[in-house]
């Protein structure tokens, strides 16, 4: 799902990385889509193209999002790397929760981040958060 509600938006084949006017960042994956380290460099260069200040970020999918192990394994490195102060992820069905949970369990983040099914309650759950409240927007 991508919510359109945009102050700047950048668009690649694999990616929309877009400021929402409430001050989130809102990180689209397009369908079939496998995130390894390549992917992730595009995204740490949107992701500063977009802000140059730490956000809450929610991420969203279409389907067939994949990860490989290598870029799994490089999360970790990339988070001390990115303006990403806090993250919602919204998946599409049980098979994602179950690949979020599992990855998150045993690999936990420095900043806070949690697992939705509805991308509204992803981004209520981001404004009770103290990096959104104290953003200047």
């Known amino acids: 799902m991508y919510i359109f509600d945009d102050v700047k938006s950048i668009e690649t084949d694999r990616l929309i990385v877009s400021l929402r006017e409430d001050g989130i960042v809102h990180v689209y994956t397009k369908d079939r889509v496998t995130i390894d380290i390549d992917c992730q ?3 740490k260069r949107l992701y500063w193209e977009i ?3 730490p956000r809450p ?7 067939f999002l994949s ?7 490089n999360a970790k490195t990339m988070e001390k790397n990115v303006p990403v102060a806090a993250s ?5 069905n049980v098979a994602q929760k179950l690949m979020a949970d599992f990855y998150y369990k045993f690999d936990p983040p420095n900043n806070p981040l949690k697992v939705f099914r509805d ?4 981004l209520d759950w981001l ?4 990096c ?6």
């Open 57 to 63: 970020f929610i991420f969203s999918s279409g389907e």
């Open 67 to 73: 990860l490989t192990r290598e870029a799994q394994k």
């Open 41 to 43: 460099n595009e995204m």
């Open 127 to 130: 404004k009770t958060l103290p």
């Open 51 to 53: 802000t140059d200040i």
């Open 119 to 122: 991308f509204e309650k992803g």
């Open 88 to 92: 919602a992820l919204v998946v599409r």
């Open 132 to 137: 959104y409240q104290n953003l200047e927007k």
